[in-house]
């Protein structure tokens, strides 16, 4: 009986400090880390200024937040959790991006976004007498290039 006994309370004993130790590494808070980067101009460069940029965690749909960057095309997401988002910018008078793949670590991590400005297209359009047709409008479409093996 005092053999069992003893066995039981080792155990209890051992069991209680893998418990105490399993809780001790959950409390383990990781640091919150920083996004930052810059918008600029795809063409020339230049940095855009009131651009919006948003932010979503790719395992998590609820999460999104957004910036605005500043005059030299900067902005900053502070207090994010480690994991994998996807960040994407817009502007008027400049194409929307396509989201972008970012890794946030426990360093901070910094983003380039390039925006390609809009093109005009102004014109007539004629019919086949060669009257101008009042009232016409055209769509101008990007295609996608589809490269075969």
Known sequence: ???????????????????????????????????????????????IGLADVRLTKQDAPT??????????????????????????????????SQSVAVSVGAEPTASRLRLAPLGVIAGTVFAEDGDALSGATVTAMRAAVVKRR
């Not at 009986?1 to 959950?26: C, D, E, P, Y």
């Not at 605005?68 to 994991?83: A, C, I, M, W, Y």
């Open 1 to 47: 009986m005092k053999i069992s006994f003893l066995v039981w309370v080792i155990g209890n004993v051992a069991l209680s400090g893998v418990l105490s130790v399993g809780s001790r590494a959950q409390a383990v808070s990781e640091k919150p880390s920083s996004l930052e980067g810059t918008v600029t101009n795809q063409l020339t460069g230049v940095p």
């Open 63 to 96: 999460f999104n937040e957004t910036a605005v960057t500043d005059v030299d095309g900067h902005f900053h997401f502070n207090n994010l959790s480690q994991g994998y988002y996807s960040l994407s910018t817009a502007r008027s008078e400049f194409l929307s």
